[in-house]
């Protein structure tokens, strides 16, 4: 698929079957991530591939949501904040990367069919906790990642001139 397709086509998947996603479509969009950019090519992130009972229903703890418990599967990417770039006026890189690194993921899947979405407003110190995460650590965003269970058009967007600015 091309990839203006793969960006039009991605949106935020809140209901998922239970059908698992094949180890093929997984290591895939491992490489993928594992290919994205970051600061001075730093690379201060972890990726938890959760897909336990045990360690879903802990993440469960952290998003009690009813369509997130549909996703068959979870990916925690956290910053590891001692492995971050920071500019000369102090400011961290590590929520860029993990952005672009994340975004890789999501176009990844919906390449190969699945579903994602961002989940950011969990309880990232709980998560922390049960996760048994170093002090470095931090999870920035939950991935649920699946196949979908309906077929949903993404959300309109922008016009191009009220997000672009040429001067």
């Known amino acids: 698929m091309e990839l203006s397709k793969i960006i039009e086509n ?28 970051s600061a001075v090519n730093k690379q201060p992130w972890r990726f938890r591939i959760i897909k336990s009972e045990e360690g879903k229903r802990k993440l469960r703890e952290c998003y009690d949501r009813e369509w997130f418990a549909t996703a068959p599967m979870y990916i925690i990417a956290s910053v590891l904040h001692d492995q971050e770039w920071v500019r000369k006026d102090g400011k961290s890189h590590g929520n860029i990367d ?22 950011c407003n969990f309880r990232p110190a ?42």
């Not at 991605?10 to 994205?36: G, H, M, W």
């Not at 993990?98 to 989940?119: D, Y």
């Open 10 to 37: 991605r949106y935020s998947c809140r209901d998922y079957t239970s059908e698992a996603v094949s180890d093929e479509q997984l290591e895939y969009i491992k490489e993928c991530v594992r290919l994205a950019p």
């Open 98 to 119: 993990i952005s672009i690194a994340v975004e890789h993921l999501c176009l990844a899947a919906t390449e190969l069919g699945l579903g994602t979405c961002w989940v």
């Open 126 to 167: 709980h998560c922390k906790e049960l996760f048994n995460m170093p002090e470095e650590e931090e999870p920035a965003v939950i991935i649920p990642l699946g196949h979908p269970a309906s077929d949903i058009s993404p959300k309109k967007r922008k016009a191009i001139d009220e997000v672009f600015i040429e001067e």
